[in-house]
DNA sequence: CGTTAGTATATCGTATGCAAGTGCGTACGT
DNA sequence: ACGTACGCACTTGCATACGATATACTAACG
């Protein structure tokens, strides 16, 4: 009970990092309700940070606040991806647009380059593999190679604001995709010529250009995401009218699941969600 | 100390509120510190809800928590206006273009006409008046009026979280116009011709049009934003080196607020009085 | 058998107590 | 007289206690 006190918000960041962790991951589940309490006892710690690191998630739009329910994951719906990548679109392209009218910093461009050869580079490799998709590791690393190209470019414009809400939005966008196949060569390289194209407008001065480039490259990101997430809602659908058996789920979620194991098997009652 | 519970976050949200107008009215000056203990005895409640009101005022940007000094009123720079308006700019234009891209409804349509009409009556009825600029309710008034206008074609772009992105923004950017003159006509025409001309595009369907002519009207207003704030930085480094007297600054600023109302010495840093 | 009232419990919002870290003033020693 | 070290009062962070409320379950009654 007496976890040494260390001054800085040290408990609350523990208790903010391990709920996103668990949102993140999918080990809780969209629409499952978590308690102050709840979370408190499992983190080992009092309610106060809990309840604050909650405050926090619920003000960036992972959890939600339902009066006498507790804080439940948010229900990643169709019209939340739009908007998250519209707004990426709306601030990345203004981003480019900006960075391509200024010139260039040699280390900058040195830096856009690397990242952006590093995809090409795991195309490369994928191809060489044999192998179909990337694994989970690779797709780790791809997706930090991407988020570091784009984040690049946020902060070449120079606005920590924008770089902060495009990063934000982009933690948020994980939450829909805490699960999902690995990109082959062909998406890989369809990637690497955006970035390519981007970079050269850049490099060029093209603004216009730029900003096509790049605009174009994160609506055909949204429209992949949308199908994605559309194969998974129909699962889920699925799911909702013939649920399958725990064992089977135990195996299709290879996670270190939920320990204390709920002992009430709570069904939410009127889901209303109505899809059209 | 014994306030009605009401089940919400009603004292959460009092302190909240009660914080955000003193800095938005300027009564709390940038850069000074305040504890939580000092603004829970100030508003008659206890430490926790001014400290989650402080913790979500710091997220949104309003304060700034320095580790050993408590939370500090945000010190505006040149550069955050420079950002605060980007971000505008990036959004809203980018709002603008996918309204123009659908067809309005006619519902919409008034009300943005209405929006329009009534910054052109302002700048006619100040010309009647014969004075030389709005007073601080036609201020206000101008203000909200504005503020609806913008707000209006992002909520008919259908992007909630873009709008909250800009909502927070433009309060935010209230912190570095808390005294500024009124608008004079010559001023009002020219918004009110943006206003128009963005509006006449989205009706003609040319998105590309509409979107220029928002940017430049944003440009333009965050010129305008710059050339006050520089004004206001050459009086504030006059008044560093010779500080008026505390009886003209009462004058300067028109209080209207506390009940109990202590006699509150200059909080500068430290303060932290015990009065009542 | 269905409906309603009562109770029990979980949940939140708020208040308060306690411990630790930091800056500033002061007093003491050289 | 100057430098140093101590102490105090301030600050926050965390834990816990308390009160109210809404939901869910149960039991009794029509």
Known sequence: MKPARTRDGSLRRKAYQFIQQQVLSGRLRAGSAISEVGLAKQIGVSRTPVREAIGQLVAEGFLEQIPGRGAVVIQPEREDILELYELREALEVYAVGKVARQRLRSADSAALHAACEEIRAMAEGLRRSGRERLDEAEMQRFLATD????????????????????????????????????????????????????????????????????????????????????????????????????????????????????????VRSGAGRTAP
């Open 147 to 266: 988020l570091r190209f784009h984040m690049l470019l946020l902060r070449m414009a120079g606005n920590r604001r924008m770089m902060k809400v495009v990063a934000d939005t982009r933690l948020l966008t994980r939450v829909f995709s805490y699960r999902r196949e690995g990109h082959d060569a062909a998406l890989l390289d369809r990637i690497y010529q955006y970035h390519h194209g981007v970079l050269e407008a850049i490099e060029a001065g093209d603004a216009a250009r730029a900003m096509e480039r790049l605009g174009e490259h994160i609506r055909v990101s949204m429209q992949e995401r949308l199908e994605t997430y559309e194969r998974w809602e129909r699962e889920h659908e699925l799911n909702r009218i013939m649920p399958l058996p725990t064992s089977v789920l135990a195996q299709l979620e290879p996670q270190g699941g939920a320990p204390p194991a709920p002992p009430r098997p709570r």
